[in-house]
T-cell receptor, first 117, second 111 residues
Framework: GAVVSQHPSWVICKSGTSVKIECRSL??????MFWYRQFPKQSLMLMAT?????????EQGVEKDKFLINHASLTLSTLTVTSAHPEDSSFYIC?????????????FGPGTRLTVT | RKEVEQDPGPFNVPEGATVAFNCTYS??????FFWYRQDCRKEPKLLMS???SGNEDGRFTAQLNRASQYISLLIRDSKLSDSATYLC????????????FGSGTRLLVRP
């Protein structure tokens, strides 16, 4: 099946620094990529949707200046958490869609666990 | 009210048991429905889509009741490896392919 990778798988950073997370589709072209966040014992919450070459669409309550998303190619999207704070510590998961999938189906990356100290 | 609601559990059942999970969704215009499985500290993985006529995949049966806005998942002959969190997922009415996740139902299958 299709593979989506994320890098890094985990990261620890100091408060105030920025962290970049990469999401790659390894064997298909991702027309749309999604970024989710999951806090412990909670559900995945969609942060933003990005289409290659265009600006990301952010969900209500997600600060676009804090969570910078770049989708420069059909196989790569990046999420940068700027000026990270301890409350940004979470599990960040990307997913990708390609043509031919049933509506609503997505391939998920393995996630990145961010801890801000 | 949450868009997708599930009983968080946990459901603690012996091997071989049959267990059923339920889910309700609030948006009557939702178009597609899924069950995903998530293991601890891992990404969610698609278990099965849910069709209006009901569908079965081995030991797993999913049903959809659009009138009641209710989705179910039945697992027969539970295995230890079925222990996980089961996420009810709904695709929205718009064209953005967004997925709305329930908070999950945790299943523990004991020997």
């Amino acid at each position: 099946g299709a593979v989506v990778s994320q890098h890094p798988s985990w990261v620890i950073c100091k408060s105030g620094t920025s962290v970049k997370i990469e999401c790659r589709s390894l064997d298909f072209q991702a027309t749309t990529m999604f970024w989710y966040r999951q806090f412990p014992k909670q559900s995945l919450m969609l942060m933003a949707t990005s289409n290659e070459g265009s600006k990301a669409t952010y969900e209500q309550g997600v600060e676009k200046d804090k969570f910078l998303i770049n989708h420069a190619s059909l196989t790569l999207s990046t999420l940068t958490v700027t000026s990270a704070h301890p409350e940004d510590s979470s599990f960040y998961i990307c997913s990708a869609r390609t043509s031919g999938l049933r509506r609503g189906e997505q391939y998920f990356g393995p996630g990145t666990r961010l801890t801000v100290t | 009210r949450k868009e997708v609601e599930q009983d968080p559990g946990p459901f603690n059942v012996p091997e071989g048991a049959t267990v059923a999970f339920n889910c309700t969704y609030s948006n009557s215009a939702s178009q597609s429905f899924f069950w995903y499985r998530q293991d601890c500290r891992k990404e969610p993985k698609l278990l099965m889509s849910v069709y209006s006529s009901g569908n079965e995949d081995g030991r797993f049966t999913a049903q959809l009741n659009r009138a009641s806005q209710y989705i179910s998942l039945l697992i027969r002959d539970s295995k230890l490896s079925d222990s996980a969190t089961y996420l009810c997922v709904v695709n929205g009415e718009d064209s953005s392919y967004k997925l709305i996740f329930g908070s999950g139902t945790r299943l523990l299958v004991r020997p």
